[in-house]
């Protein structure tokens, strides 16, 4: 039987919700699903995962035990799990670690990778993803022994397949590598990450400064929400640039998208236009995003924002 | 370090009936790449003894994009001319021949990821072909001796310091730095600075084994037909908190 594997990401001790959307890309492939976990995951993955659709569970160990977060040698063990279970496919996110992996994997395996698919055919070996910043939409076809896949995250959502799975060790052999991760300094972690978020309420120039962005974070607490920004928003120094959404921002696919007091350029729309639903809140019924979005909101920001927030917390309590 | 030639963001990409993007329209050297030009000046600024080539795959008309480089402080060009697209690994063993063939680089600086086609890929083919260590989206940059520190972003703002010994391959991040736009002196001065054709086919690259084709590519059209929420800001609150919960479904509550 043909052999799928999918490279989890942990979050919080848990797998990453958007990692369940890439196994569901799998489903229709009558393969063989294999879940490739690192660092002592297996254990507290393993119930998720054949929830999920996957048959085995890979825990990639080395010699020395658990391996600690390196990406070349996290890449080098995920090569000798595949070759060593003659997996042929792989699955992941094109999530920052998953870019990390994938690329070097491939890379390793002069093997065809592509990123950023919205959507996969596991036996055609094909991939949809978008082209020239979300402008146009092009089908690519992988051909070599290998066929590796990064999926946008939240391009797919989860479709549960219970099931059971089978949890496995496999121990690479590493040598030093040439790379030493020295630290890993943690961002913000109350937050939600913008790549990952279901809804994402975003600032644009309208915000006016930065102070004014913590009614949006407010609002955006009790809905779970990450806070994204337009590059105005950023430039201006109100907030950080990791919040960029946009061509020379994060690419970002959430169920909802909230503009706040953004105009929806170009420039801007190549970074979220692939949003579920998107809401525009502008004072200007003529902006672009106001002809461009599913709900157009004609008012002003600061008069809605905390007339949201106040709904919001009187449901989720 | 590797610059590419792509379309201008602002640019109205039009697909062609042969799948090939309508080319009348303004190039420029990918955002990205910018960073790495400044990063390689700005190194040999402070080592005096370096030589920064840039280096590009493309069309004849790319060389813009090498002279732009070059205005940047680039002390010299190579353009490795061929009239196809690419895919990931072909480029990177095209641009490795290439930089072979010139000498041994110390570093190789790429952007992180070039927009016209999101790959975030050439650089770890290009690393795999040199052998040697890589890291993307790094956002500080400092070398002692053979040492390079390096700090790399990853998920939710947060940093990864990294440490290794060149040669090494580093893919710039926006952060790494704020590149200085040229100056007319520079500019002229940079169309005298020594640019090198070579014909790929004269590379004598062997055909990888895999690839990545494209078989189909359509320009979006944007569809969607906006439904107006008026009313008070109250009642404009409940129609959005109607809209996620029943809509969207992504409030628990
Ligand atoms: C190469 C390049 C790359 C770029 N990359 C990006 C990118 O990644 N991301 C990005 O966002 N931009 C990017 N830009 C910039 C982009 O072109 C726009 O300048 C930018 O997106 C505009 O930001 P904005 O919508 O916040 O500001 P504006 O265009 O000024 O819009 C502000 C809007 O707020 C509305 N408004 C004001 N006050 C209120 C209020 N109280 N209530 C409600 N509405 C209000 C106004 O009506 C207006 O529509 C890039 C540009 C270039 C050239
Ligand atoms: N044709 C090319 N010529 C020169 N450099 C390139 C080319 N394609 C990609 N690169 C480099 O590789 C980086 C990553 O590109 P990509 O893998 O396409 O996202 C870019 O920022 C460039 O520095």
Redesign the pocket.
């Known amino acids: 039987m043909k052999r799928v594997a999918v490279l989890i990401e942990m979050k919080d001790g848990k797998v990453k919700p958007a990692c369940l959307g890439a196994i569901s890309a799998a489903h229709d492939s009558d393969a063989e699903l294999f879940a490739l976990v690192f660092k002592g995951t297996a254990a507290a993955s393993l119930e998720t995962l054949q929830a999920h659709g996957i048959d085995r569970v890979i825990e990639i160990t080395s010699q020395d035990g658990p391996i600690q977060w390196n990406a070349d040698h996290w890449a080098r063990a995920g090569i000798q799990a595949l070759q060593y279970y003659n997996i042929k496919t792989l699955l992941g996110l094109a999530s920052v670690q998953g870019k990390n992996l994938l690329s070097r994997i491939a890379a390793l395996l002069e093997a065809p990778l592509v990123m950023d698919c919205t959507a996969v055919n596991l036996s055609e070996h094909t991939a949809v993803k978008s082209q020239f910043s979300g402008r146009a939409v092009a089908e690519f076809k992988t051909r070599g022994e290998y066929h590796l896949y990064g999926m946008r995250p939240n391009a797919l959502s989860a479709v549960p397949s219970p099931g059971k799975a089978i949890l496995e060790m496999f121990q690479a052999v590493l040598e030093k590598s040439k790379l030493r991760v020295l630290e890993v300094q943690q961002g913000l972690s109350d937050r939600v990450d913008l790549t990952e978020a279901d809804i994402i309420i975003s600032g644009g120039r309208g915000m006016e400064n930065s102070d004014n962005f913590d009614i949006l974070f407010e609002c955006a607490r009790p809905m779970s929400a990450a806070v994204g920004a337009s590059r105005v928003a950023v430039d201006a120094g109100w907030v950080s640039h990791t919040m960029q959404v946009g061509q020379t921002g994060k690419t970002v696919s959430p169920k909802v998208y909230i503009a706040c007091g953004i105009s929806g350029s170009v420039q801007h729309f190549a970074g979220m236009k692939t949003a579920g639903i998107i809401m525009a809140i502008n004072l200007d019924p003529d902006a672009a995003i106001m002809h461009k979005c599913d709900y157009a909101v004609c008012a002003n920001l600061f008069d809605i924002i905390p007339a949201l927030t106040r709904k919001l917390k009187e449901i989720t309590g | ?4 030639h792509v379309p201008d963001t602002a640019a109205t990409i039009r697909i062609g009936t042969d799948d090939c993007i309508d080319e009348n329209i303004t190039f420029i050297m ?1 955002p ?2 910018e960073n ?1 030009v400044e990063e390689a000046v700005r190194l040999k600024k402070q080592t005096i003894d370096a030589d920064v080539i840039a ?4 069309k004849g008309t790319a060389e813009a994009t090498l002279r732009s480089a070059m205005a940047m402080g680039a002390d010299r060009a190579i353009l490795v001319k061929s009239k196809s697209s ?1 895919d ?1 690994i072909s ?1 990177a063993r095209a ?1 490795c021949a290439a930089i072979q063939r010139d000498g041994d680089p110390d570093i190789v600086f ?5 927009v016209d ?7 770890f083919h290009l690393a795999a072909c040199l052998d040697v260590p890589v890291v993307s989206n790094a956002v500080k940059f400092a070398m002692t001796d053979t040492t390079i520190r390096v700090t790399c972003e990853m998920e939710a703002g947060d940093l990864e310091h990294i440490e290794m010994e060149t040669p090494c391959v580093i ?1 710039a991040g926006k952060d790494l730095n704020q590149p200085s736009y040229p100056k007319l002196p520079d500019i002229l001065k940079a169309r005298k600075k020594p640019l090198t054709e070579i014909e790929l086919s004269d590379l004598g690259i062997a055909t990888p084994a895999s690839r990545v084709e494209m078989i189909k590519i359509e320009s979006i059209k944007e569809e969607r037909y906006p439904e107006i929420i008026d009313g008070t800001a109250d009642e404009i609150a409940d129609t959005i908190v109607h809209v996620l919960r029943e809509k969207a479904k992504v409030l628990d509550g």
């Open positions: 370090m590797c610059v590419k990918n990205y790449d790495a280096v590009t795959l493309g690419h990931s480029t641009l790429t952007g992180k990821e070039s086609n999101e790959g975030f890929q050439t650089m893919g």
